[in-house]
Each structure stands twice: as structure tokens, then as C-alpha cells.
């Protein structure tokens, strides 16, 4: 029997250590920061015109509702909480001005809901808010969500490249077209507001919201936040929110894409100057096109956060630059100003944010605000003030005089969602955002008539080529059957070369039963979102080189081999490139892949079905040491410049230096902390629930169960940002266990040579009312675990704790660190309630982990 102490000097420390658990402070942001803000000066910005002509009767209506509102009614218009923490019922007591639902969240918690499940949630809201016997309120809610690339939260719908890949294409016509058909879609659903366009000018590639940003150049931007805006509200001057338009918001407002180190969150220590010059540019053509909301961004600028930033909400964006709508914050953004909470924030609403996004703790966020208000805190001016602004939105969007939803036009419409319509402009999008960086001996365009390998992991999956931001907040867990409109790269290809007379073969590992003419092979980054995207290098496959091993077996093999690579920015992949001898940028294309083959097979007589026009809307590293890397830089040196992108008709002149490029050789240091989970599971891995069921339910949404029953249910957290956690509670029906899982086992046996332990924060609500155990897996029938519960039981209830585990412990158990398959396993037979956040694995922390071995 395996012996294992407790350490209970630990258990204190970590109780110790949860004493002082908070979120990020202000000087936290960085290690730069400054302490006090930067001082703005407003007249620097310029001063702008609103499209819109003031309509004076309108104004005097708003004025007339809010002066016969009370206190808590306001208040209501300013608080919005999100649909998987709030009911119908609490809608018609509160009466909230607005709602939403984050990424991974639908209604009935049901990642399959149909058009009409959405619109009856609609109706339901709409119906509770004007009802007013309760709140004593009419007011008609509004419905915000994330539909960043396409409606991109509901099952069927057609989903546009990422904003990366349409900065490449350099075409503002079809983005407005892309703004239109993604209003339609919201709007088809019930829904009346957007939280998109994203205007961010991305400077540091190891942010993780990168492929948010349409390029390193502000005046792409700029010219693509306007066409965005009167393509989702109409143009102010004609069509201006007229049916099948919806409310769209510019965000994240300001300078979120300048953080120092890419770090999501962080600080921006831009100047003045650089931030009007540089950041705002996508905001002063939005404004100019009409656009109804900003969103305040999660960022510092020189270390205060831009939620409680007055002068930049407030002085510089609704006074010197005139915006007359509503500053919507960002989720929980507010509990990260200084001396706020996620219930508490007088300084938020003080410095301008006229609704909070409170998503779960919104219940104490209004009964703090009303408070507030009463006892002048915040003033009644600076609350009137918020809801004029709510009220003017909502009725130049008509909402008060629509009936409830499913009675609007187009609502309810199944002809629109994932319409021929929407995938013929974003198949036209996929073919022009493709950016050709290498094509030796003129390969491309492909004879279809060949035998083609098509290879790669991400060959044949709409999940790998949607990315972030689809069907989940993180994209992750999507399968091909989640996407019934929509096609692979793989499919794309076999279509087109089995019209054509030429022959296919599918391989995710490039093996092959008959020699190939040509093997295609698609690969690059796995899905993620926000800050589980931040990098601390851009080296592609840093210590793991699975994808060029596959590149170099079939260029050993005498074959010609295409990369189509799929990433969400610019990365350092010089040996790569060295084992490919035609190179395509697809970015994260969306549903449409087959637009990938229009472009990369030629027709049977050998010309061209369409060209390549895409250009690099972001400069290409030459080294993984230039993580920041814009145009105009004084030390400007890429290895592909701002702007390129070959076509068919151009001569590889870059293709020698290509090959002179040296490789460096990367190995995975047993002496550095190894992270499994930093708010997503790391590349590779993934979560997984079971029970005698089905031992394998994937995670792919914010909210999953065991197969068929709730007797382990998961749903995400957050702990220092947004469900950057996750939750499990166990009902104790049967034994039930959730893991993290790796798609090929790994060697781990370098770290018990580094005195390893397996580290995890834990927070408990319910002690496990049975034997819980911890540990890893190494195939079937292989494990090594501890006991977890008596350590559990320990701790304090509600309070974030670490707890480690000596990698030897595990061992001794049984565990073949040579093969692991699962590096992290929970399981109980009984009842429970924990949360589980920063999984690793930590050298040099096994003789003071919390258990380890005699």
C-alpha cells in the first residue's frame, strides 16, 4: 500500500496564502507601471461631427421618461447582467435595460438551440422588462452578445474569417457586406446588439486577442471600423437601423491592443499622441459612421484602468470627440478599478461606463449602486446622464416602438442562418484573405487531376479553422458535426479534385496506401481566446515540432508539400517554411473552407480558378526574438515586410534567403514550470467528464454534463479573470471523474529527476462526501493516485488554496510517466462542489508539497 504524509505546515500556508487572495491591482498591471495616470489633454484629440442630426422631439421624450423613473429603476437601466446567472423572473423585478450572453452560453444552456429556442428567450425577456407589475417599469430591453466573426454563438450559422484574415484582404466593400450579413443573422434570432467591431491596432503578436485586430496599420482600421459600423447599423443618412440592422459597438476603447508584452489586460504606456495617433484612429471612423456603443476596454493606460479612466471616457470620448451614445463595459471589468469589486463600483459609472456588465454578481452590483446614488457618491446628475444615454440608443434602434421580437421582421427566419447568401460572401472573403508567402518552382496552383495527400491535424476541422470565439468563448472541443453548415479544407479540396477527375487521400499523419503527386498539408494553432491565447514567445511549436516532423517525413519521401497554414498571428517559422515548398497563410478562414481550395487548385487546363490578392496587414518575424515587429519601426527588419504577398504571376525572389534561414533545435526544459491549464487547457490538451455513461464527454461549451444526467457537471469560473476556472460539482449518482487529456501521450519522466510536483489551485464549497482522488492516467489500466479528500476537507470553504502533489507519489502508484495520457484526473464516487484553476507541474516544489512521500 502506498504511504503518503500530509503536510499540515502546508495546508497552513495555503490557507495563509488564501487569506490574501485578490485580484489584480492596479500596480499589479505591470511591472512598469506607473503609479498615478498619465495627465490627458483633451484639446489634443480631434473634434468630431455626429452624422446623426439631434431629433429635439426625441430628446425631449427621453427627457420626460427619466424625470419620472426612481432611483432603482435607473439603476436597472444600467446593470447588465448575463443569461446563464439571471432568470425571467428576476427581468421582470428588476426590469435590466439590457442582457447578454457571453461566449459558450445559449439558451437553456443547450449548445444545439435552434433559431427558435433563441427567439423565445427573446420574447420572454422583452415581455418581462415591458411588464410592469413589479418594477413599475415599460422600458423594452435590450439582447448584447459576442457575434465577432459571424453570429457565432449559435449552431448553423455562417462563420466569417477572423479579423486578421480580413485585414488582409484590404477591402472595405466586403466588410461592410460581412457587417450586414452578421447583423441579419443576430437580428434572425431576436437579437438587437453586437458586441463588434473590435478596433484594436495590435502591436505585440504574443496578445492573445491578436487575430481580433485587423492589422499593425491604424489606417486599415480605421477604414474598416466604419465600413463594419454601417454595414451592422446601416448608414446614418439612409438605411439607419432599418430591418436586419442591429446596434454595434466599437471596442475595446482604449489602446488594448498596445499592452506592454502583449500581456491581455495589461498596461499600455503608449503616449498621448501614440494613442490618438495609433489606437484611436478605428474609433474616430466608427463615431463618424454613427456607431451607438463603446465598449471600455480591460487595459491600464500608464497604470490606471481605462473602466475608471474619466478623463479619456468622459472628457476626451463623449465631450471633446461628441459621442452621444452609450460606454458599455467590458465583463466584470469594472471590479479591476482601483478600490472596486465585482459587486461595487462607484468609479466605474463616475468615470463614464453608463452600463456595467456585471454577469453574475449583478444582484449586489444594484442594491450598491442605489445605494450609492442615495448617499451621493454618485451623483444623480452622472445617473441621468447614463440612462439618457441608454434611452437614446434604444430608441434610434426603434426597440421602443417594435413589438416583442418574434413579431419583428426577419426574426424567427431559418432562411437566413448559415443562408447561401452569407457562405458566398464569406467563401469570397477565405479566397481573398489568403496570403501566399513561399511558392518554389511556381507549384501553385495545383493540377486537380493529380493524386493529392491532403495531411495535417487540421486538415479536415471546422473547429481547427474557426478558432476563438466559435460555439464556446475558447473554440475549443467543436467537432465537424457541430458545424451543419460549412466545409473543411479537406472537403473543400475533395470536391473540387473529384470534379475535376484527380484523386484524394486523407491523413492526418501523412501516411499513404499509394504514392501522391502533391501532399497538402494543414496545420498551425490550436482555438483559443483572450488571455489563454498570451504567448511569451513566437516560435511555432516551441519544444514540440510535431507538424514539421510531418512536413520533413514527406519531403524525405521525394514529395512536393503545401502548407496551408492556420494561425491567429504573424510567428516565427523559419523551419517550417524551409520543409514547404509553397507556403499559404489561411489565418482562422471560418465555415468556408472550400474558398481555400478556389484558390490553391488550378482548373484542368492549368490556369488559375482565382488568384492570390491577400497581403500581410501584419509584418512576418524573421527571428522569434521580434515579438514586436510593426511598420515604420526605426530597427524595421521582417522577414516578409508589411504589405507582401505573392501572386501567381510573381517570381519567388525571397525563396533562396528562405532556405538560408537557419533552424534551432528546442528542447522542453524538465527545470522550468510546465502549465496544463492557465484559464484553457494548454496545446493538446483538453477536457474531458465521465461516468459509467460515457467516459469521455468532451468540454466544449461553458456548461457540460455527463452523458445524460447531471451527476457531473462542469461550468466555468472566474478566479482572477474572466472563467479563467472551472467548476465541479458532483451530484454522487455513481463514480464520475474529469480530466485533462492529451491527443498523444507524453514523456514525463524527465521531471521526476527535478523534484517535481503536480500543483493545482483549488476552491471548496462542498467538501466530497466520499473517497476523492487526484492523479494521472497512462493508458487503460494505468494510473497513479492519492487521495485528495482529507486535504479538502481541511481547507477553508470559499477560499482559493494551492495544493501540491510530489510526481512521485504518483509513481510509486503505478504511474508510467513515459506515457501519459492524462495529467490531471479528479474523481469521487460521492457528492461534491470544488473549482480547480492554474494546473502545472512544478519543479523543485516536491519536498514542501502539500503530500508527499515516505
Not at 461595487?344 to 442605489?370: Q, S
Request: proline share 4%; net charge negative.
Amino acid at each position: 500500500m502506498l504511504r503518503l504524509s500530509v503536510s499540515l505546515s502546508a495546508v497552513a500556508t495555503i490557507f495563509l496564502a488564501g487569506c490574501n487572495d485578490t485580484f489584480h491591482s492596479e500596480a499589479s498591471s505591470s511591472k512598469n507601471s506607473s503609479a498615478l495616470s498619465a495627465k490627458v489633454y483633451p484639446e489634443k484629440w480631434p473634434t468630431l461631427t455626429s452624422p446623426l442630426a439631434r431629433d429635439d422631439a426625441m430628446e425631449v421624450r427621453i427627457a420626460e421618461i427619466v424625470s419620472g423613473m426612481s432611483v432603482e429603476q435607473k439603476v436597472a437601466q444600467m446593470i447588465q447582467p448575463e443569461i446563464r446567472d439571471f432568470t425571467v423572473e428576476d427581468m421582470r423585478k428588476y426590469g435590466f435595460g439590457s442582457f447578454l450572453n457571453g461566449g459558450g452560453a445559449f439558451p437553456n444552456n443547450d449548445k444545439f438551440a435552434q433559431i427558435e429556442d433563441w427567439v423565445a428567450l427573446a420574447d420572454k425577456m422583452y415581455q418581462a422588462s415591458v411588464d410592469d407589475s413589479l418594477d413599475g417599469s415599460t422600458i423594452p430591453t435590450m439582447w448584447g452578445t459576442d457575434a465577432v466573426h459571424g453570429h457565432n454563438n449559435v449552431i448553423g450559422a455562417t462563420i466569417f474569417p477572423h479579423n486578421i484574415g480580413l485585414g488582409a484582404m484590404n477591402d472595405p466593400e466586403l466588410m461592410q457586406k460581412i457587417g450586414a450579413a452578421t447583423a441579419n443573422a443576430v437580428k434572425a434570432t431576436g437579437i438587437d446588439w453586437l458586441f463588434a467591431p473590435t478596433v484594436a491596432v495590435v502591436r505585440d503578436d504574443r496578445w492573445g486577442r491578436t487575430y481580433e485586430g485587423y492589422s499593425e496599420d491604424p489606417a486599415i482600421v480605421k477604414a474598416y471600423a466604419k465600413a463594419m459600423v454601417t454595414g451592422i447599423q446601416g448608414s446614418p443618412d439612409k438605411n439607419f437601423f432599418t430591418d436586419g440592422k442591429a446596434i454595434a459597438t466599437a471596442k475595446h476603447f482604449l489602446g488594448d491592443g498596445g499592452t506592454e508584452a502583449g500581456i491581455d489586460q495589461g498596461n499600455n504606456q503608449a503616449s498621448e499622441q501614440e494613442l490618438i495617433n495609433i489606437h484611436a484612429q478605428g474609433y474616430v471612423s466608427a463615431l463618424d459612421a454613427g456607431v451607438q456603443t463603446i465598449m471600455a476596454s480591460f487595459n491600464s493606460w500608464h497604470g490606471q484602468k481605462m473602466h475608471g479612466n474619466q478623463q479619456l471616457l468622459t472628457d476626451v470620448l463623449k465631450h471633446r470627440m461628441g459621442f452621444d451614445g452609450l460606454v458599455v463595459g467590458d465583463w466584470d471589468g469594472h471590479g479591476q478599478v482601483k478600490g472596486c469589486s465585482n459587486s461595487n463600483c462607484a468609479a466605474a459609472i463616475n468615470a463614464g461606463v453608463d452600463i456595467v456588465m456585471v454577469p453574475t454578481n449583478w444582484k449586489a452590483m444594484f442594491n450598491n449602486t442605489v445605494a450609492q446614488v442615495e448617499k451621493g457618491i454618485i451623483a444623480q446628475e452622472r445617473i441621468d446622464d447614463a440612462v439618457t444615454r441608454i434611452l437614446r440608443v434604444k430608441m434610434r434602434a426603434h426597440l421602443f416602438s417594435a413589438p416583442k421580437p418574434s413579431a419583428r421582421a426577419i426574426v424567427g427566419d431559418n432562411n437566413i442562418i448559415g443562408s447561401n447568401k452569407h457562405r458566398n460572401i464569406a467563401r469570397s472573403a477565405v479566397r481573398k484573405s489568403l496570403v501566399l508567402l513561399k511558392n518554389q518552382e511556381h507549384l501553385l496552383p495545383l493540377n486537380p487531376q493529380q493524386k493529392i495527400l491532403v495531411a495535417g491535424s487540421a486538415a479536415d476541422s471546422i473547429g481547427r479553422q474557426t478558432g476563438g470565439w466559435t460555439l464556446s468563448w475558447q473554440g475549443t472541443g467543436n467537432l465537424n458535426k457541430d458545424f451543419p453548415v460549412g466545409t473543411s479544407i479537406y472537403q473543400g479540396i475533395a470536391d473540387a479534385v473529384s470534379a475535376a477527375g484527380g484523386s484524394t487521400q486523407l491523413s492526418v499523419d501523412g501516411s499513404y496506401s499509394d504514392k501522391p503527386d502533391v501532399a497538402v498539408v494543414v496545420f498551425g494553432e490550436t482555438p483559443y481566446a483572450e488571455g489563454a491565447g498570451d504567448i511569451k514567445g513566437i516560435e511555432f511549436q516551441q519544444g514540440n515540432k510535431r507538424d514539421l516532423a510531418l512536413l520533413s517525413k514527406l519531403k524525405s519521401q521525394g514529395i512536393p508539400v503545401v502548407s496551408v497554414f492556420l494561425t491567429g498571428r504573424p510567428l516565427w517559422i523559419n523551419p517550417e517554411l524551409n520543409a514547404s515548398d509553397a507556403f499559404v497563410v489561411a489565418w482562422l478562414p471560418g465555415t468556408e473552407g472550400a474558398g481555400i481550395a478556389d484558390v490553391i487548385l488550378a482548373e484542368v487546363d492549368g490556369t488559375p480558378r482565382y488568384d492570390f490578392t491577400g497581403k500581410l496587414a501584419y509584418s512576418w518575424p524573421k527571428s522569434d526574438a521580434q515579438v514586436v515587429l510593426n511598420k515604420g519601426d526605426s530597427d524595421y527588419d521582417p522577414l516578409f515586410p508589411y504589405g507582401y504577398g505573392l501572386t501567381y504571376q510573381s517570381d519567388d525572389s525571397l525563396r533562396d534567403n528562405l532556405n538560408e534561414v537557419p533552424t534551432l533545435q528546442w528542447t522542453r526544459d524538465e527545470n522550468a514550470v510546465y502549465p496544463l491549464f492557465d484559464g484553457v487547457p494548454v496545446s493538446g490538451l483538453a477536457f474531458f467528464l465521465g461516468d459509467e455513461a460515457s467516459w469521455a464527454v468532451p468540454v466544449a461549451t461553458s456548461m457540460v454534463s455527463t452523458q445524460g444526467s447531471d451527476n457531473l457537471q462542469l461550468r466555468t469560473e472566474n478566479k482572477n479573470v474572466q472563467e479563467d476556472a472551472r467548476k465541479l460539482t458532483w451530484k454522487g449518482y455513481s463514480k464520475a471523474v474529469a480530466y485533462l487529456g492529451w491527443n498523444e501521450p507524453q514523456n514525463l519522466s524527465p521531471y521526476l529527476n527535478s523534484e517535481t510536483s503536480l500543483r493545482f489551485s483549488v476552491k471548496v464549497e462542498q467538501p466530497p462526501s466520499a473517497i476523492m482522488h487526484v492523479g494521472m492516467r497512462c493508458g487503460e489500466n494505468c494510473k497513479g493516485a492519492v487521495q485528495l479528500g482529507d486535504i479538502i476537507r481541511r481547507l477553508p470553504l470559499e477560499k482559493w488554496q494551492t495544493v501540491t502533489i510530489d510526481l512521485q507519489c504518483l509513481a510509486d502508484d503505478g504511474l508510467a510517466l513515459a506515457n501519459v495520457s492524462a495529467p490531471f484526473v479528479l474523481s469521487t464516487s460521492g457528492s461534491a462542489s470544488i473549482s480547480v484553476a492554474d494546473i502545472s507541474l512544478a519543479p523543485d516544489t516536491a519536498d514542501s508539497a502539500t503530500i508527499s512521500c515516505q
